[in-house]
């Protein structure tokens, strides 16, 4: 993992300083709300329908069991003893009272972590893949890249007024677990032919009021060249993005109004002028940045020590269902023998997708440390991954994890929905999301059920923003606003990963008590029409919406 420098740990100290005297201000009132605003937002702190909103940047998702244990920490000390994980590889505490919010700073500031940049219109914190540096199918390592991006961003005094956020996201893998395509910039690192590290560079997607998927503006960048690239890509959108209107000053809206083609040459020529410049990378820089993340001490377990170990494994699936289902649905191949990837599932009956209590916070900390080097991972379907675990200590894990109902075996399946906190606590809300996605958990709660039914995703947003990543969730739930009246609209279709597309409106929307029922209709199509072994967006794509509408408003119809 990285560790802080000097000059990072003076840089956060200086900031939390700074925060602590401005808000002391504010509160004297010495500072107008609209003096304090954007130096609040410059620190993660929304003002939001309870009360402030703070949001603090997991830098690509890795986060450390010490780490861990502060972030429990302040939400005992600070907050109601939950905080809620994002999408963006960050994390919210949704009820901080404003005057505390320097002594947050500055207890995360001692384990290395801060709320700079996780708002406001700049470059917000890049995402990666959750698996980067264990995944069998990585090319490159993206954590050093997203290392190098994360501190040439940070503070970067040219880019911290654009036209609106920024968002970058990198990966480095055959697959795409990143959602590079609805990214600002989207980067995927590869070799070439001489096996160099080269960088395709996507940019104009995101999701929100338009959801675009990005084009792809360059192929085959010299790593060496990523960050003067993505200067340019800044610079050009810096300068022609609009900012006469809030709908339309993502970089989409520019890439779109332009064409990918102009757009990336507009790139090139800017390129020109920086190119082999200050922001090249320097094999040393990057060198001493990799250096944080080797692979941890690994145990060599010969050929044989994993053949039996697997069979024992073999023996406590036979005996344990649950144990079984675990590992069918939440633990990943590793590239080192003897070692799995474990995702510990946030999506529990009964508690709002991606909340986690302090307890839960304290013990996923101490796992991290018992079973996998102490270093564990965000995801942006709000998920926990234990990386590095040895395929000895699983039932162990599985046990403790069980106890604490935090063994729940549904990844990727209809239950491990992504869900924004909408209504409940976001104040640009059209509706509430939790409540849905409770519903919803609620009438799929048979584990034989969704197992049968397999990879499926389901996204809600509590409005347009898309917080929620409705777009790209097979179905899609999107809260909308009707005379004052919360209503659901839902999509079908989307899809993330390396076939990212953007959902469909299947009709009308619905009432909140509708959505669970019409989600359950949604599925009862797919399980009749699927073929052995298709996927729920595999038989979509085949049969086409008009079956799954059909079923869904046949009773209204007739009404
Ligand atoms: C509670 C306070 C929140 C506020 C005020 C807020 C604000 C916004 C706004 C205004 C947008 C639209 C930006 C645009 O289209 O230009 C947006 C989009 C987004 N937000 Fe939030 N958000 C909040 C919570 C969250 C949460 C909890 C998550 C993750 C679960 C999240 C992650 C995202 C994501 C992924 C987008 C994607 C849109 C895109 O890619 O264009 N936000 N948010
Ligand atoms: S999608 Fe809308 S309601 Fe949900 S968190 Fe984002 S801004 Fe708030």
């Given amino acids: 993992m990285y560790k802080y420098d000097d000059y990072d740990h003076a840089l956060v100290r200086e900031r939390v300083a700074q925060f602590r005297n401005q808000t002391e201000r504010f509160l004297k009132d010495e500072l107008t709300d609209e003096e304090f605003r954007p130096l609040r937002l410059q620190n993660g702190l929304y003002i939001q329908r309870h009360a402030p909103m703070l949001r603090v940047a997991i830098p690509y998702g890795l986060l450390g069991a010490k780490q861990l244990h502060k972030l429990a920490d302040i939400a005992a000390k600070y907050d109601r003893n939950y905080a809620h994980f994002t999408t963006r590889q960050n994390i919210q505490y949704n009820w901080p009272a404003l005057e505390n919010v320097p002594a947050i700073l500055a207890e995360l500031a001692e384990v290395e972590m801060h709320a700079i940049q996780t708002s406001g219109n700049c470059i917000r914190n890049t995402t990666s893949d959750p698996f980067a540096g264990i995944a069998k199918d990585e090319f490159v390592d993206p954590r050093p890249f997203c290392e190098l991006i994360r501190q040439w961003s940070t503070f970067h005094p040219e880019f911290a007024h654009l036209p609106r956020k920024f968002k970058i996201a990198v990966n480095g893998a055959a697959e795409d677990r990143a959602a590079v395509q609805v990214h600002d910039i989207g980067v995927n690192l590869t070799r070439n032919a001489a096996g160099e590290v080269v960088a395709q560079v996507l940019a104009g997607g995101g999701l929100g009021r338009t959801p675009v998927i990005g ?52 790139v090139e020529e800017e390129w020109q002028h920086i190119k082999g410049g200050v922001s090249v990378i320097p094999q040393k820089e990057f060198d001493r940045v990799s250096s944080f993340f080797t692979a941890p001490a690994y145990e060599q377990f010969s050929a044989e020590q994993v053949a039996t170990i697997a069979e024992q494994n073999r023996g406590l699936r036979a005996k344990h269902v649950g144990f079984d289902r675990w590992l069918t649905r939440n633990a990943r191949e590793h590239r080192q023998p003897g070692y799995v990837a474990i995702s510990i599932s946030l999506k529990r009956p009964g508690i709002a997708p991606g909340d986690a209590t302090t307890d839960e916070m304290h013990l996923i900390a101490d796992l991290a440390e018992q079973y996998s080097f102490g270093e564990l991972r965000v995801t942006h379907e709000q998920n926990f991954v234990l990386s590095d675990v040895a395929e000895q200590d699983l039932f162990e894990l599985w046990s403790t994890l069980k106890e604490h109902n935090l063994a729940m075996p549904n990844i990727g399946l209809v239950s491990d929905m992504i869900a924004c906190p909408g209504g409940d606590f976001c104040s640009l809300a059209n509706a509430k999301s939790i409540p849905i996605a409770l519903g919803i958990q609620e009438a799929v709660d048979n584990l034989d059920y969704q197992f049968d039914l397999g990879d499926l995703s389901l996204n809600i947003s509590g409005c347009i923003n898309s917080c929620g990543h409705h777009h790209i969730g097979n179905i899609g739930i999107l809260g909308v606003d009707k005379n004052g009246e919360e209503w659901y609209q839902v999509t079908l279709g989307g899809r993330q990963g390396n076939e990212a597309s953007i959902g469909k409106v299947i009709g009308k929307s619905f009432y909140a008590e509708d959505v669970p029922g019409v989600v359950v209709k949604l599925l009862e199509v797919y399980v009749r029409e699927r073929h052995e072994d298709e996927l729920f967006i595999d038989t979509l794509d085949r049969i086409g919406a008009e079956p799954f509408k059909d079923h869904v408003y046949a009773n209204k119809e007739a009404a």
């Fill in 215 to 266: 084009s792809v503006i360059k192929n085959d960048l010299p790593w060496q060249e990523l960050l003067t690239y993505i200067e340019a890509v800044m610079r050009v959108y810096n300068r022609y993005g609009r900012r006469d209107n809030l709908y339309k000053a993502r970089i989409k809206i520019l890439v779109r109004a332009i064409g990918p083609e102009e757009f990336s040459r507009q």
